[in-house]
């Protein structure tokens, strides 16, 4: 009698043993839940209008919402400069007659704001890369304190966001804008290098050289739409 009461007693023991490490188990796993759908739904919360980056939980969830929500503000940070950008060039003006006049002929003031666009666009771009680019990810990911599965669920968050897809079009869309800008310091270094071969006369570009004329004439056609060089004799 008394050895199977030791023996209850035992399994007694083994029993709220077991008891406590899955109530334990049990409750690190809702908690665990828990933090996890609050990641999410913080994420699904951020869009162009509101870039939060307030971290609203601990741990590696805390961190993982940390990088998604300064990546998120980044995309769409690099994407409003790259609008000002864009405004700021179509603004200019710099190849019509009243920037010739005023700025040429050696266009210090145009061709050092076109020259800022182009860097701030490069950097912009490389910033852009950085967030899609795998190898870049990796790295970031290889100096945070996230474990395996964490790692991989920051990646998976990444996806459904599109971030890559969002970087891709962007480089894509901006090629004209890179172009475009690339030929107009182009228009304007050709000019400046050339100032004893132009004027302005009655509102007008002119020439005496018909090979500046063509030369000039054919970059400009292929911006297209702006002011052409006319030929004097």
Known sequence: ????????????????????????????????????NKL???????????????????????????????????????????????????????????????????????????NTLKTENETILATLNDLADDAKIDEKLANSNLSEENKKLYKEIINQLKLKDGVANIKESDTKFSTYLASLIDVLTYLKDNKNEWFIENGALKSKSQTFIDEYNKKIQDIGGMETVEGQN
């Open 1 to 36: 009698m008394k050895n199977k009461k030791i023996l209850f007693g035992i399994i007694g023991v083994i029993a709220l043993i077991v008891i406590i490490v899955v109530s334990v188990l049990l409750y690190r796993f809702f908690k665990d839940m828990d933090a996890k």
């Open 40 to 114: 999410i739904s913080e994420i699904n919360s951020l869009n162009e209008t509101n870039l939060n980056t307030e971290v609203t939980l601990e741990g590696e969830y805390g961190l993982i919402e940390q990088m998604v929500k300064q990546d998120y503000k980044t995309y769409y940070d690099s994407i409003n400069k790259l609008r000002e950008n864009y405004d700021k060039l179509s603004g200019l003006g710099v190849l019509n007659i009243q920037n010739f006049e005023n700025d040429g002929p050696e266009f210090t003031t145009s061709l050092d704001t076109l």
